[in-house]
């Protein structure tokens, strides 16, 4: 995979590979800023385009090609 920089990932489109009650293809709808700027980006929030649920997760989890794959597949 492409090494991902965090600060480029808002609106990315990520596809799980394992899909939970259809929820398959998500979108990264924020990323999440630390308290400090010094601080490196840690978390984004991601939002199901199924049933616009969200959730926050670490952004390197995105990374784990088990797991996710980039784009909708």
């Not at 965090?6 to 990520?14: A, G, I």
């Not at 984004?44 to 990374?63: D, G, H, K, M």
Request: charged letters at 20%; a positive charge; glycine letters at 2%.
């Amino acid at each position: 995979m492409n090494p991902l920089n965090p600060k480029k990932l808002h609106l990315s489109k990520w596809t799980a590979v394992q899909p939970v009650a259809k929820q398959k293809h998500f979108l990264v709808s924020r990323v999440i800023q630390p308290a400090s700027p010094e601080d490196p980006i840690e978390l984004v929030e991601i939002e199901s385009v199924f049933s616009n649920a969200t959730q926050v997760i670490a952004w390197r989890e995105l990374q784990n090609d088990n797991v996710w794959r980039q784009g909708w597949v």
